[in-house]
């Protein structure tokens, strides 16, 4: 979807005038990308008269206003998977500190709270404004919650592809409030069969699991699909697997990877997936086996580098073991 249609198919209230927004404090500024946000309006849904007039406003305002992001709030909805692992929060923070905030954001005021906003887009912005300490530059504009939602997952998907889970995941939140498949449709620039296969998809895999894994760029439908189909019948449940020391620390497709196999092939790949080599200058000594209710540590009696004594790691362990258990109990 090109850039121009972001907001198509929305029709909302027009834009607070200028003077309107002078009188809520934040100095004005002017900026040439005003114009290609209002090119944004050319497909108002069923009112071209009332998109030229649109139009015609935001020509005339043709502003951008400076707002304390502290007085943002985040879309109730939110379409985006938080991911540790990744880079782009430290590259967009040093990109806006270095050369400023270039695109801004769009808003819309609170109607329960005087002088505050919700986010339409720009959430990573705005977070990257706060913890520089700068003002957010944003346009204002008066949308209903819906528009506003839509607008959100239009103009996501066209700045910055979200991935097919994040986009699964904000079709069934956007189900939950009661939005019509047509319009959520609209929302993700696809038809309503997809949007009933990406809600699928999200009641079969929990919720909580899509979070740990993250949003998964490079995994598409067919393999979300597979996953699904898969936790139904898996022998192995998925919180041995997403509650693994190293696994918040994978990246997310991986993360995705090793719930897939696990799933599949409980028998093997769990297993391996489960266990965590333990070495020294001489080799590997020991293999730490970990699951949600227990841990086992596997410990050869004769491997490559006993002492000179003979006495191996697994006999001079068994012989410590109660000592540490009473040193663990005695907060040593």
Avoid at 275 to 298: E, M, N
Wanted: hydrophobic share 40%.
């Amino acid at each position: 979807m090109s850039r121009k249609n972001v907001l198509a198919h929305i029709a909302s209230a027009p834009p607070p005038a200028a003077a309107e927004l002078a009188s809520e404090g934040p100095p004005r500024q002017r900026a040439g990308a005003i114009n290609a946000m209002g090119r944004i309006f050319s497909g108002i849904r069923n009112d071209a008269a009332r998109a030229e007039e649109l139009q015609r406003e935001l020509a005339n305002v043709e502003c951008v206003v400076a707002i304390d992001p502290e007085c943002v709030d985040p879309s109730p909805i939110r379409d985006r998977i938080a991911d540790p692992s990744s880079d782009e929060e430290a590259q967009l923070r040093a990109s806006i500190s270095e050369s400023g905030q270039r695109v801004p954001v769009l808003l819309r005021p609170r109607r329960d709270q005087e002088g505050r906003y919700f986010t339409v887009f720009g959430h990573r912005r705005i977070a990257v404004a706060k913890s520089l300490g700068i003002q957010v530059r944003a346009i204002v504009l008066n949308l209903t919650e819906e528009d506003a939602l839509i607008a959100q997952g239009q103009e996501n998907n066209d700045r910055k592809n979200t991935s097919f889970i994040e986009r699964c995941l904000y079709a069934s939140r956007l189900k939950l409030t009661g939005m019509k498949s047509v319009r959520i449709a609209v929302a993700l620039a696809t038809t309503e069969s997809v949007v009933s296969t990406m809600i699928s998809i999200v009641r079969s895999v929990p919720e909580k699991l899509i979070l740990q894994i993250g949003p998964a760029p490079a995994v598409g439908r067919p393999r979300w699909q597979l996953l699904a189909e898969a936790l139904g019948k898996a022998k192995v449940e998925w919180s041995e697997i997403s509650s693994q020391p190293d696994f918040l620390s994978l990246p997310t497709d991986e993360r995705f990877g090793r719930v897939l196999k696990a799933v599949l092939n409980p028998a093997s790949e769990t297993e391996a997936s489960l266990r965590q080599p333990l070495a020294d200058r001489d080799g590997k000594f020991a293999v730490i086996r970990r699951s949600a209710k227990s841990l086992s540590l596997t410990i050869p009696t004769r491997v490559q580098g006993n002492r000179p004594d003979g006495l191996s790691f697994a006999d001079w362990l068994e012989q410590r073991i109660s000592r540490l258990h009473d040193d663990w109990r005695n907060g040593r």
